[in-house]
């Protein structure tokens, strides 16, 4: 009766559960919503489902017939489709040789390109794109464009089970998308949409279920449910003690750390004009690809500043290098993007992840002191409510929550006053992310300028004392206080000119 | 771009483009040198130039094809060696298309030794073909401990036959084209830039790079042929520079190590400015040590000039992709056009 | 939580695998192949050829230390044959026929060594060019600058000093000096890499060039830094081998390239991340140079003896393998952490 039918899947990554006797059962024609925080499993069982992921035990049913784990293409013959949160294009590859990429058509032996454009501009027609060209390089594009050709991508293959996860986070316009969604579901198939964005869930789903470290907490009704009891059964704690509140009110002498004006980086950033105050905790809204990036990186030197001028505690500074940063003036210290990549030295340990702000310091004649080193990274580690315990250990094998309090240990090290927190609970365990909200609380109370960007909007609203909503580079909203709601932000994010007016009046 | 100097830019910012203008350049110097200075240009002249290259430019491409893929491969110079000096102790007088055919063959089969250590014994490639280098140098000496032996004439002539270098030069600029066109040529840029992604449409990864290294292990085994009609005799060491002008000629020609990019065309035109440039030297009448270092400098030149301005290139196009309006259904466009 | 301890113990098993358990294994190794080599040879093992294997493994050791640095971030010093010879030139050309001092002839050779290595730096980390075929033609370039120096001399004669110093016959307690010095350049290299500022932040260059760059490092700095270390071991091992071999040969330095190379592959340094170890790193040295001298002595031809080696070198990859086998195997289905 069910198309899909998941029992038992278990999933150990070292120390960490990711899944936990998850299942799930899905009927033809359903579109079913997952939701959960980051580390609930969610990814984790649609890697499976694609075969990308063989879990450690487990059983997945496509229509009565047991799918083979950890082959995508028995995934894909089964009729399993996704399109991936952390996109599964080939940045080198065309716009067409993307979407056709697994089945390329030959003509003796050669993929012509006008045969493949061709038949992708078909299907992009066919879907309702029609402002992409096939030629283009998909390293290229907006990041809007990829997430649709992701999409597309799925979508076209007219999946039996289609499964979506976070497609909307670029996404500016989502009827297009729940327009096909809802055509596939008339088709007979079944679908997984993973999501945190609760609003589109109610607008989209029929049913939903909830996860939470890595097992399956219970089912709700899109179409009838209260916001507080999915977030709370999600987190597994009350949405009211979720975020710390402000310890103080901030001085009204207090001073202003960052400031910056018409700063353009690029055509990514198109003047932005903000300003960060000692205490404070500025946000920054909108969808991804933005240019939240290049404002973040180029006040931390990390990117090339091309206008505009950047003001360090009301000095004019040129900031041509994140050392340079950490040096003007109180500090501008940068919590990056990707963890991965950018925050962690996965193949050391956290002792010396944290330490490296302070190497000077701890050597003589050249020589590190080893002990003053652990005492220093124990204090730090402990002031970011890291485990004692994974001090000695290689930060590539902790959890993502972890790793990334050992880079805020890390920052706060470095003692600059000004802190660009790049979306710092991204992939972070519920219980992490409230240590990570009680860091930046201490570390506005202690005086420090915080700008923080997130993509969880409630982030926003539950500790920033401004936000500003950047759309194409520039500001296009900007709120304080009370004005903060779930509703305004996600108003302006797409672009919405009335919205975006009417809070720019209030502003000016 | 459409303007003159766009145009110009866009050809020098490309490394293919780039490599043809820095042969064209010392091709110009050294054959308008040699007729200045009485010492002839006529066509054995090229011709000779050319079969030397020969070896070199497809060896290369071996390399490069690797590299593209995102992968290391030091074993060229093993399998030349090794070919070579089978070629020179026991097939002097096979059938020659026998001989090629078999050769490639077996530097297929090393390659594939090479692939399997790599790709299903999960080890560095640069370790496992370092190693394969050293026990396929120590195989020729083994079996050809001095130089000695003779290359099947027919092959001999063949290749300095009036043409037959030309000939082959184009018929691999033409496969080049097919290659890169095809899904297997495809699917090794993709490797090479973003293997998971291909791992997740559910295409057989380890196949396609298993196949690169088999592709590029016969064409050193083809190189060995071409090598050793070259030089008509079997020496074991006669190989050992192959090691590094291989990965030279691949450098000069605009293949970045990163993998996901590159260009045999421009390999090609690597190989033969390696080889213009002691021609280049010798005309100069630069001799000894100032021939080192000449070559060591040149080539220095060549990779640096590439570096920077791929460094300029990497700069300027993402933060210039500006945003688009799709609502309004205007197009997307990118910055610059694609270089595949 | 037991679970924390039981994880707790299994990571301190595995990085005293690494940094205590592999290197005994291999220096055990090495001594092993000398004891084995009795069924090639009749005059293995003997303390001669312990001394000859610790000497040489001495040179290899200097060589491979600065290579390990420059693997350890994702480059490879190709210049080494090139540097040796200039510096082996330098110093014999000066002494011999220029009739300079041994000192300064020292301090010309190192610092032409330290100079072209940082020109390297230079390259690789500001312009970015690949290191692979920058170290290739600057090794060129200096090889015929080597050549330049001697040119149309008669071979220079090595400097007496040297030449007593490092062929061996120089005696410490019995023990020719440059057996005594492996434990000299163990115990340095091992204080610079593993202890020193500048170690570490070779470590985190390795690991990650970009969370370095964005925690501050002057990244451009530390990278030339070490291309001009590896340019300086090579000068002083090329000052070492001018006094061991007697002669400033334009060859002497191209036999130890490969093997550095491989001395850090099979200590186990992952090339561009921060694994590696110097420990492992100069014990791998010592068991190849054991197994190059055991293959010597069989009297096996030449070619035999590389195809031996190859075959050792692959095996060693294999078997240490279980680290690099587990990362490469991660990174395929996506960890989520």
Redesign the interface.
Same mark, same amino acid.
């Given at each position: 009766m069910n198309v899909l039918e998941v029992s038992g899947l278990e999933k150990y990554?070292?120390?960490?559960v990711?899944l936990d006797n998850a299942g799930i059962s899905v009927g033809a024609g359903e579109i079913r919503a997952i939701v959960g925080e980051n580390?609930a499993g969610k990814?984790?069982m649609v890697?499976v489902l694609?075969?990308?992921?063989?879990p450690d035990s487990g059983e997945v049913k496509i229509d009565g017939s047991v799918l083979e784990l950890g082959v995508?293409?028995a995934?894909?013959s089964a009729g399993v489709f996704?399109a991936?949160q952390?996109?599964?294009?080939?940045?080198?590859?065309?716009v067409a040789?993307n979407l056709l990429?697994?089945e390329?058509p030959?003509r003796a032996?050669?993929?012509?390109?006008r045969a493949v454009q061709g038949k992708a501009a078909k299907i992009l027609r066919e879907w309702g794109v029609?402002?992409?060209?096939p030629?283009?390089?998909v390293g290229?594009?907006?990041l809007?464009?990829k997430q649709?050709l992701e999409l597309v991508r799925t979508l076209s293959q007219n999946p039996k089970i289609l499964i979506l996860d976070e497609p909307t986070a670029a996404l500016?316009?989502t009827d297009w998308l729940f327009r096909h969604v809802r055509a596939a579901r008339d088709n007979g198939a079944c679908v997984l949409y993973i999501s945190h964005k609760l609003a589109e869930i109610g607008q989209l789903c029929e049913s939903g279920t909830i996860m939470r470290n890595g097992k399956i907490v219970g089912d709700f009704s899109p179409t009838n449910f209260s916001h507080d009891e999915i977030i709370s059964a999600m987190i597994g704690r009350s949405i009211s003690m979720a975020f710390p509140p402000r310890v103080a009110p901030i001085p009204a002498d207090a001073p202003v750390l960052l400031k910056t004006t018409d700063l353009t980086?690029?055509?990514?950033v198109r003047g932005v004009t903000l300003q960060v105050r000692e205490g404070e905790i500025v946000g920054v809204a909108g969808l991804e690809g933005?240019g939240q990036r290049?404002l973040f990186y180029g006040l931390?030197g990390?990117?090339?500043v091309?206008g505009g001028i950047i003001e360090v505690a009301g000095t004019a500074t040129k900031i041509s290098?994140?050392?340079k940063?950490?040096k003007a003036g109180p500090g501008i210290?940068?919590v990056?993007e990707e963890r991965k990549?950018? $925050? /962690?030295?996965?193949?050391?340990t956290s002792v010396?992840n944290i330490s490296?702000?302070a190497?000077?310091k701890l050597?003589v004649a $050249? /020589?590190?002191r080893?002990g003053p080193e652990r005492k220093l990274a124990m204090e730090a580690g402990r002031d970011a409510h890291m485990p004692e315990?994974y001090l000695?250990?290689?930060v590539g094998?902790?959890?993502?929550g972890n790793?990334q309090k050992s880079v805020l240990a890390?920052t706060n090290l470095?003692g600059a006053k000004i802190l660009l927190m790049f979306d710092p609970t991204r992939?972070i365990d519920p219980s992490a992310k409230l240590e990570v909200y009680s860091t930046l609380r201490t570390s506005a109370a202690n005086g420090a300028a915080v700008l923080f960007y997130s993509t969880e909007i409630p982030e926003l609203v539950g500790l920033c004392d401004r936000v500003i909503v950047m759309y194409?580079?520039v500001a296009v909203a900007e709120f304080e206080g009370e004005q903060i709601t779930e509703d305004a932000i996600m108003q302006t994010a797409v672009g919405n000119a009335s919205s975006a007016t009417a809070a720019q009046g209030e502003k000016a | 771009m459409n303007t003159k100097f766009g145009r110009i830019r866009q050809i020098v910012t490309d490394g293919t483009g780039r490599a043809v203008i820095f042969w064209l350049i010392l091709m110009t110097i050294w054959l308008s040198l040699q007729s200045t200075q009485g010492m002839g240009v006529d066509a054995r002249l090229i011709q000779s130039y050319l079969v030397l290259a020969l070896p070199l430019i497809v060896a290369s491409i071996g390399v490069t094809l690797v590299i593209i893929m995102g992968q290391f491969d030091l074993s060229a110079a093993g399998v030349i060696a090794v070919v070579n000096v089978t070629i020179a102790s026991t097939l002097g007088s096979w059938n020659p298309l026998l001989v090629v055919v078999l050769m490639m063959a077996l530097g297929g089969f090393i390659g594939l030794v090479n692939g399997l250590f790599v790709i299903l014994g999960k080890l560095p490639a640069i370790a496992v073909t370092l190693a394969t280098l050293i026990i396929l140098q120590g195989l020729a000496i083994v079996i050809l401990p001095q130089p000695s032996g003779k290359v099947p004439p027919f092959l001999v002539d063949g290749v300095r036959a009036p043409f037959v270098a030309v000939g082959i030069i184009v018929v691999i600029i033409i496969a080049w084209m097919l290659f890169k066109r095809s899904r297997s040529g495809l699917y090794m840029f993709a490797i090479g830039a973003d293997p998971e992604a291909l791992h997740l449409s559910g295409l057989p990864v380890k196949k396609i790079q298993l196949k690169i290294f088999v592709i590029a292990g016969a064409l050193y085994g083809l190189a060995g042929v071409l090598m050793s009609a070259s030089l008509t005799s079997g020496d074991a060491n006669a190989a050992d520079s192959f090691l590094l002008t291989t990965f030279a000629a691949t450098a000069i020609g605009g293949t970045a190590f990163v993998g996901g990019r590159g260009s045999a065309v421009g390999t090609l035109f690597g190989a033969l400015t390696l080889l213009a440039i002691p021609k280049v030297l010798f005309v100069f009448g630069v001799s000894d040590w100032t021939q080192k270092v000449a070559f060591g400098l040149l080539v220095l030149l060549a990779v640096v000039a590439g570096a920077f301005s791929s460094l300029r290139k990497n700069r300027e196009s993402m933060l210039l992709a500006p945003y688009s309006t799709p609502t309004e259904g205007e197009p997307i466009t990118a910055t610059k056009g694609g270089n595949a | 939580m037991s679970d924390q301890s039981v994880i707790e113990a299994q990571q301190r098993r595995s990085s005293r695998m690494q940094t205590i358990y592999r290197p005994l294994i291999l220096a055990a190794l090495a001594l092993f192949v000398l004891v084995a080599g009795r069924l090639v040879s009749e005059s293995l093992p003997s303390w001669i050829a312990v001394q000859t294997v610790l000497s040489l493994g001495m040179f290899l050791a200097v060589i491979a230390f600065g290579q390990g640095l420059v693997m350890l971030t994702g480059g490879l010093d190709l210049s080494v044959p090139g540097v040796i010879a200039l510096s082996a030139s330098t110093v014999a050309v000066w002494v011999s026929f220029m009739d300079g001092s041994l000192f300064v002839g020292v301090l010309l050779a190192l610092g032409v060594s330290l100079l072209f290595g940082i020109v390297n730096g230079v390259l690789v980390s500001v312009l970015k060019a690949p290191a692979f075929i920058v170290t290739l033609a600057m090794g060129a370039v200096l090889e015929g600058f080597s050549l330049f120096i001697t040119y149309g001399r008669k071979s220079p004669e090595s400097p007496e000093l040297l030449v007593t110093l490092f062929s061996g016959s120089g005696k410490l307690f019995g023990i020719g000096i440059p057996a005594l010095l492996f434990f000299v350049v163990g115990i340095i290299g091992f204080i610079i890499q593993a202890r020193s500022r500048f170690g570490r932040n070779v470590y985190l260059l390795g690991s990650s060039l970009e969370a370095s760059r964005i925690a501050g490092q002057p990244v451009n700095f530390i990278q030339i830094s070490i291309y001009a270390v590896s340019g300086f071991g090579s000068g002083l091992a090329g000052l070492m081998l001018v006094g061991f071999s007697g002669n400033a040969q334009l060859s002497l330095g191209t036999e130890w390239l490969m093997p550095s190379i491989a001395a850090v592959l099979v200590g186990g340094t992952i090339i561009g991340s921060g694994r590696g170890f110097w420990q492992s790193t100069i014990t791998a040295g010592l068991m190849l140079t054991a197994i190059t001298i055991v293959i010597q002595s069989t009297g096996v031809s030449s070619g035999w003896k590389s195809v031996l080696y190859g075959v050792v070198v692959l095996v060693a990859l294999l078997s240490t393998r279980s680290d690099i086998g587990r990362r490469r195997r991660k990174k395929i289905s996506q960890d989520p952490l």
């Open positions: 990554y070292g120390d960490s990711a580390g990814s984790t890697k694609s075969g990308i992921v063989t995508p293409k995934s894909r996704t991936f952390e996109l599964s294009l080939i940045p080198n590859l065309s040789e990429i697994a390329l030959t032996g050669v993929v012509s390109r029609r402002d992409l060209d030629g283009l390089m290229q594009l907006p809007s464009a649709r500016p316009d980086v690029g055509n990514r933005q290049e931390a990390a990117s090339p091309t290098n994140p050392r940063a950490l210290a940068l990056p990549r950018e $925050g /962690i030295f996965a193949d050391l010396t490296v702000p190497l000077k050597s $050249g /020589i590190i080893r315990e000695g250990r290689d094998r902790l959890s993502g790793q890390r470095t992939g194409q580079g | - | -």
